[in-house]
């Protein structure tokens, strides 16, 4: 069992609670790995994922994972949301936090799973009002830039190298 695993209190090879006997999810931690893994590059696109993993360090590989099994395996993949609607929640928690970087990525990854540019600009201004101003037209900016960005690569000018 690895330590994450350990600390965690799961099996390596079960999706069992070792210390309650619980199920906590679906499959193993590799089936939850491998549906995160499709759905962060449903979601993300298999040359963000492919990047970030090539980045990945010793110091940075047991994140890499975490974020694909849990974030992507559990949450992304659970039956209650669609993938339109997560994206939604995601843009306006990003904007609200002022999660740029982040907001940005999420912001293309919308587009890749059908949001319309529209339908962006509806999140951030109802995060405007929840959010607050400030936060929303930072996320505007960010997101203007984003969409930009998305159409230069469409139009194979991509500015960003």
């Known amino acids: 069992m690895n330590a994450r ?15 309650t006997g619980t199920d906590i999810g679906i499959g193993t931690g590799r089936d939850r790995w491998e549906a995160g893994d499709a759905t962060r590059r449903a979601v993300l696109g298999d040359e963000h994922v492919d990047r970030a993993v090539a980045e990945s360090t010793p ?35 990003l904007a609200a936090l002022g999660h740029e970087h982040e907001l940005g990525m999420h912001v293309r990854a919308a587009l890749r799973i059908g949001l319309t540019e529209e339908e962006i600009k509806e999140v951030l201004l109802q995060t405007a009002i929840y959010a607050g101003v400030p936060a929303a037209n930072r996320a505007f900016a960010v997101a203007r830039a984003a969409l930009e960005s998305g159409r230069d690569e469409e139009d194979g000018n991509d500015r960003t190298g």
């Open 59 to 93: 110091f940075t590989a047991d994140f890499q994972e975490f974020i694909t099994t849990y974030a992507w395996g559990e949450i992304w993949t659970r039956p209650g949301l669609d993938r339109r609607t997560r994206s939604c929640v995601t843009l306006a928690m």
């Open 5 to 19: 695993r350990a600390a965690t209190g799961t099996g390596a090879d079960t999706n069992t609670d070792t210390s």
